[in-house]
């Protein structure tokens, strides 16, 4: 068996751990018909991706005394994004519901280590579950008017000549690109810009605490 980076595991033979196989073929809290999704009246709703181009997900939150008290979601994806989310909503539903500052402490490896890990080009499959959580803690913000309770994440170009953008940084993370180097080879930032090298460090070193907790 090829030998792949595990995320969350020490173990480099990647195999489907049994929490993984367990949430997969028995994912929790996912809608199975429509009906259920019409009767579940959510507080919040948080769509990512799409299905038209890869993996989508969508999230369903209801919320009381600023905890998540329930949760649902539905996804265009692979199977380690099926065991992520079915992990994430059992995480964020401990102990009778997390608040949503708690809830929103998770980070993506934390996912990870409770599956026991996941192969790292498979990592981003947790990273949209935590997005769409927060899409739909957003939504919520805005529908019960707490609008200054919203984050919202745009977009910001950083190397001006290719138009590179942090979120493209934030991908080449994600997908394993833990220096300088390894994120220029998958993005070319910097080759011709290089005023913008000292920002893209700073964005790794963002981006790694933000995921891995480096």
């Not at 290089?194 to 964005?203: D, G, M, N, S, T």
Request: charged fraction near 30%; aromatic fraction near 10%.
């Amino acid at each position: 068996m090829t030998q792949l980076e595990v995320i969350g595991s020490e173990n480099k033979d990647w195999f489907y751990t049994e929490k993984v196989k367990d949430h997969f073929f028995h994912p929790r809290n996912i809608f199975k018909t429509e009906q259920e999704v019409k009767e579940f009246n959510a507080d919040g709703v948080g769509l990512v991706g799409s299905p038209a181009c890869g993996d989508g997900m969508k999230m369903f939150i209801k919320v009381e005394d600023d905890k998540i008290k329930a949760i649902r979601w539905q996804t265009y994806g692979c199977g380690t994004a099926i065991a992520s989310t079915s992990a994430y909503s059992v995480m964020l539903l401990e102990d009778g519901g997390l608040s949503i500052e708690n809830a929103l402490k998770i980070k993506p490896k934390d996912i990870a280590d409770y599956l026991g890990g996941v192969p790292a080009r498979k990592f981003h499959c947790s990273v949209l579950a935590d997005k769409a959580l927060r899409e739909a803690v957003n939504d919520y913000f805005k529908k019960s008017g707490q609008e200054d309770r919203i984050v919202e994440g745009s977009a910001k170009i950083i190397d001006k000549i290719l138009k590179i953008t942090d979120h493209d940084i934030e991908h080449a993370v994600l997908e394993g690109a833990y220096d300088f180097e390894a994120v220029q080879r998958k993005t070319k930032v910097g080759i011709h810009d290089k005023a913008c090298i000292p920002e893209v460090e700073r964005l790794i070193v963002v981006y790694k605490e933000k995921y891995f907790g480096d």
